[in-house]
């Protein structure tokens, strides 16, 4: 592997505070599941090595860890790229109401 190698890539999945506090636990749950879809999508679903809900702050959010890799398999540093990642994000994202 070379030393420039992505190993593993982070997402955090947050929102407005008033937002996602005024959802339900049901609503909550759905929106991180579809937000959870959607990486699962971008990296393979055998690719998130964990999803994970946190309550235990002001605001729920959920932390995934993914091992990225490209088609060689071999290293991801394209989806840590900046540009890669804000037009790939803007080109594949709906937004859609809870």
Not at 48 to 73: C, K
Request: hydrophobic share 45%.
């Amino acid at each position: 592997m070379r030393a420039n190698a992505v190993h593993g890539l982070e997402y955090f999945i947050g929102g407005s505070p008033d937002a996602l506090n005024a959802m339900t636990r049901d609503e909550q749950d759905a929106y991180f599941r579809r937000a959870l879809e959607w990486i699962e999508d971008r990296h393979g679903k055998e690719n998130v090595l964990s999803a994970v809900i946190h309550r235990d702050e002001a605001t729920p959010h959920m932390t995934v860890m993914t091992i990225p890799l490209d088609d060689q398999g071999e290293n991801a540093l394209l989806f840590a790229s900046i540009q890669y990642v804000l037009l790939s994000i803007v080109n594949s994202i709906s937004i859609r109401p809870v």
